[in-house]
Nanobody, 118 residues
Framework: QVQLVESGGGLVQPGGSLRLSCAAS????????MGWYRQAPGKQRELVATITSGGTTKYADSVKGRFTISRDNAKKMVYLQMNSLSPEDTAVYYC????????????WGQGTQVTVSS
């Protein structure tokens, strides 16, 4: 069973930045496409960024130009650099392996809370 551990969230002022990290226990990590999701209170979980096994990235329109997803296959880590944060980015953020169609593959981790507020 794969374990995903997200970290790096916190309270940040509007316009600020955070870098989220996700550690995966899967032995064969590099062959999976990975994604970052978020779930705001009362809303469905949404996929905001993906990175393929080959390093191609894709973003939801709501975060394009502000968020950057990256991965370190040797460390089995996925990162999400978030800049120019706004209160609308407040959510619990999760990572997971994904298909090219955006379907998640593994059990969810505990997520990491991001709160953007002055």
């Amino acid at each position: 069973q794969v374990q995903l551990v997200e970290s790096g969230g916190g309270l940040v002022q509007p316009g600020g930045s955070l870098r989220l990290s996700c550690a995966a226990s899967r032995s064969i990590f590099s062959s999976y496409h990975m994604g970052w999701y978020r779930q705001a209170p009362g809303k469905q979980r949404e996929l905001v960024a993906t990175i393929t096994s080959g390093g191609t990235t894709k973003y939801a329109d709501s975060v394009k130009g502000r968020f950057t997803i990256s991965r370190d296959n040797a460390k089995k880590m996925v990162y999400l650099q978030m800049n120019s944060l706004s209160p609308e980015d407040t959510a619990v953020y999760y990572c997971n392996a994904v298909t090219l169609g955006g379907t998640y593959l593994w059990d969810w981790g505990q997520g990491t809370q991001v709160t953007v507020s002055s």
